[in-house]
Structures are given as C-alpha cells and as structure tokens.
C-alpha cells in the first residue's frame, strides 16, 4: 500500500536560513512525488512534483525538492527562508502506473514556522 | 477565474441533521475528489469520482454519500450527521493521467463543518 511519512510536525526555522521539510514514502513501482502548501483558512496549493528525470525539482516560490530512490525520500528546501513561507506543508505520493486512477496519498503535514 | 469552488464555508449542524456541501469546477476535469482535515490525520479521502455517474469509496467513506450527475459537480452529502464528522472538508479535481497529464489536484477553499 502507498503511504507517506512527514516525520516533523513543526520546524522551526529563522529567517534567511535554509529550510528542509523531510517526506518520506512506500510505493510500489515508481512514484508520482507533490508538496502542497496550505495558508491559514484557505486550500492546499500546488508548489512542485516530480515524475521522472532530474532528482532536483524546483517549483512556486523558490522551493525546491531532491528525489532519493535510495533512500524513498522527497525532501522540500529553500535556501533562505522568508516568514511569509510559514505554512503548512504536506508531501503526497500517486503510483506511477497506466490506467491507474488519480488519488493521492497525503502525509499528515509539517507545520513550518519562520520567525524574523 | 475561481475554477473550483465550495459552498458553504462554514456551516454549523446538529447531531443526526442532514448536511450537504457543494463543489463545483469549471475545468471540466474528469476527477473530482472529497477529502476530509483533521488534525493529526492530515487529509484523508472520502469519495471521488472518474467521470460522471462514476464514484468510488476512498480510506474513510462511512456516513458520506456522494453523487456525480454532471461532470462539474461533486456535491458530499452526510446523511445523519455525528460529531466526529465535525471536520474542514475540502473538494478538489485533476485531469485524468491517461494521455501524459501527471494528475496534479486542485482545491478548492474548504468547507469547515462543525456538528453539535
């Protein structure tokens, strides 16, 4: 069964360094990878996804996520972190196989908190 | 250009009421889909739906009922309400992965939904 893991319910991290968010996922076959980011009261927003080829995919607002099939991770970075990224952040996984249907899998979201 | 949208958004219930949320898309994508927040959880899914008059149950379908007549809408009925279905309740729709498309969702706003 797919399933994915977001180890951190928060990170804290302070403006203009560097941010990781961590997904961790199980699928069989290859994966679909999304991060997702939701402001307070509104919907979740699509911020990048990778499907095949380079392991770093970059995506909205300057986010950038590594692919490791080693070790089934899918890791969101930023290289200097603003307080407007606070968010809440969620990692999701879709096989990858034709005829499949849509559905994504969501992990239980990491809370991201940039102080000034 | 909202693209999809859900109403209401905030609605407050009774135990053992029925309640419906309504969800409509303007991109005429094939998938549409009912997920439900809840802390700790993440989102899960409800229902969706391939195509009109096409449904399926998702991880948690139980006290949900969903109907598709139209490609545009996705309305989510709970037909006796209870007090664990106090959730936010978020509507989303995808192109279908057949022909190349990698099924990225679109949410909608949300619909929090509070039964006492």
């Known amino acids: 069964a797919q399933s994915v893991a977001q180890p951190e319910d928060q990170v804290n991290v302070a403006e203009g360094n560097p941010l990781t968010v961590k997904c961790t996922y199980s699928v069989s076959g290859n994966p679909y990878l999304f991060w997702y980011v939701q402001y307070p009261n509104r919907g979740l927003q699509f911020l990048l996804k990778y499907i095949t080829g380079d392991n770093l995919v970059k995506g909205s607002y300057g986010f950038e996520a590594e692919f490791n099939k080693s070790q089934t991770s899918f890791h969101l970075k930023k290289p200097s972190a603003l307080v407007s990224d606070s968010a809440l952040y969620f990692c999701?996984?879709?096989?990858?196989?034709?005829?499949?249907?849509?559905?994504?899998?969501f992990g239980t979201g990491t809370l991201l908190a940039v102080q000034p | 250009d909202a693209g999809i949208t859900q109403s209401p958004r905030y609605k407050i219930t009774e135990t053992g009421r029925q309640v419906t949320l309504m969800c409509h898309q303007t991109?005429?994508?094939?998938?549409m889909f009912w997920y439900r927040q809840d802390l700790g959880h993440g989102l899960r899914l409800i229902y969706y739906?391939?195509?009109?008059?096409?449904?399926d149950k998702g991880e948690v379908p139980d006290g949900y009922v969903v109907s598709r007549s139209k490609t545009e809408n996705f309305p989510l009925t709970l037909e006796s309400a209870t007090r664990s279905q106090t959730s936010v309740y978020f509507c989303a729709s995808s192109e279908s992965i057949r022909g190349g498309n990698t099924g990225e969702l679109f949410f909608g706003e949300g619909s929090r939904l509070t039964v006492l």
């Open positions: 739906s391939a195509a009109a008059d096409i449904t």
């Open positions: 991109w005429s994508h094939s998938y």
């Open positions: 999701a996984v879709r096989h990858h196989y034709g005829g499949a249907t849509n559905k994504l899998i």
